[in-house]
């Protein structure tokens, strides 16, 4: 029988848990979907990501709402994915922060983007029709942007730590607490999504800059919470393995297809039974393929270009 596509089928509610991991200081993780957090300041709210649709993201506020009725100035978004970016309109942020990529790549494949992820992950999409258009960054940077959090709280640090996961991608990072939130430049106990990705400087360069921080505590774009030192190291290890396995295989095969196939054998034994594994695999085996053989942008994925990759490779 043919795999449904992508994550089609998954429509399986998961377990959300919000986390207070210092004061102030908010996760929400959900069983390997996309992860958001919170954190206080003195009279004012940043979040952080802002889930698929308006409606996902008001119910994770109403969770919120049982620790801090604080006003939202500030929405910070890691990279520009749907699944990360649209419900934006729930939060009535004063400011929605991102990169200055995230925007220009908004600007250039926002509305494919929609289409392709709403296609992959419909489960995600809570009432999509509450989408009211794709969310515009009000503030953008290139390298480092820093918040003050107020009342003797510190600061947050948005940081750029190189091409990853996208061109875009951005990390929150409290160095008082030493507290991470990495967007999907780090997964912990879920699969890597690498179909917009730069895989050897993400594998590289920017994995080295995000473990240079030394968080104690780390929150990646899905699955659990990585704690102490020993736990931040080996969901950025983690991370830095699937990444290294995926270049070598994807490297050393002769056509896509034996590619796919390599790939697929050596990552299932460690990350097969982690969330979206085999769902990702044919994107992420398309895009480092053509990122091997010069293709320094990652191609726009459509609904249709999707479709096609996924019936070549794993059907
Ligand atoms: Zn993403």
Redesign the pocket.
């Known amino acids: 029988m043919a795999k449904p596509f992508a994550s089609s089928a998954d429509l399986g509610e998961k377990r959300q848990t919000l986390e207070v991991l210092a004061d102030g200081v908010y996760a929400l993780t959900a069983e390997g979907d996309p992860n958001v957090g919170a954190i206080e300041g003195e009279d004012f709210l940043v979040c952080f990501e802002a889930l698929a649709t308006p409606v996902a993201a008001r119910e994770w506020l109403a969770r919120l709402r049982e620790h801090t009725g604080k006003p939202v100035r500030y929405l910070v978004l890691s990279?520009y994915?749907a699944?990360?970016v649209l419900g934006a309109s729930a939060f009535g942020a004063d400011v929605v922060v991102a990169h200055d990529r995230t925007r220009e790549l908004i600007a250039e494949r926002g509305e494919q983007d929609w289409a392709s992820e709403y296609a992959r992950m419909p489960r995600l999409f809570r009432e999509p029709e509450s989408i009211p258009g794709l969310t515009w960054p009000t503030l953008t940077f290139s390298d480092r942007l820093t918040i003050d959090l107020g009342g003797g709280r510190g600061d947050l640090v948005l940081a750029h730590c190189g091409r990853g996961?996208?061109e875009g991608d951005l990390v929150a990072w409290l160095p008082r607490q030493r507290i991470m939130f990495a967007?999907?430049l780090v997964e912990s106990q879920a699969a890597l999504?690498t179909g917009?990705a730069f895989h050897r400087e993400w594998a590289s360069a920017t994995l080295d800059r995000v473990a240079s921080y030394g968080a104690l505590t780390l929150v990646g774009?899905r699955g659990a919470v990585a704690r102490g030192a020993d736990g931040v190291a080996a969901a950025i290890g983690q991370t830095r393995d699937f990444l290294d396995v995926l270049i070598r295989e994807v490297g050393g095969a002769a056509t896509l297809k034996e590619a796919f196939a390599n790939a697929h054998r050596a990552l299932a034994p460690r990350y097969g039974s982690w969330p979206i594994f085999e769902h990702c695999l044919p994107f992420n085996v398309s895009r480092l393929w053509d990122e091997l053989h010069g293709i320094e942008r990652p191609r726009i994925w459509t609904a249709e270009r999707d479709r096609a990759v996924w019936d070549e490779l794993q059907s």
Do not use: Q, S
């Open positions: 990279h994915h699944v990360r996961h996208t967007g999907d999504y917009d774009g």
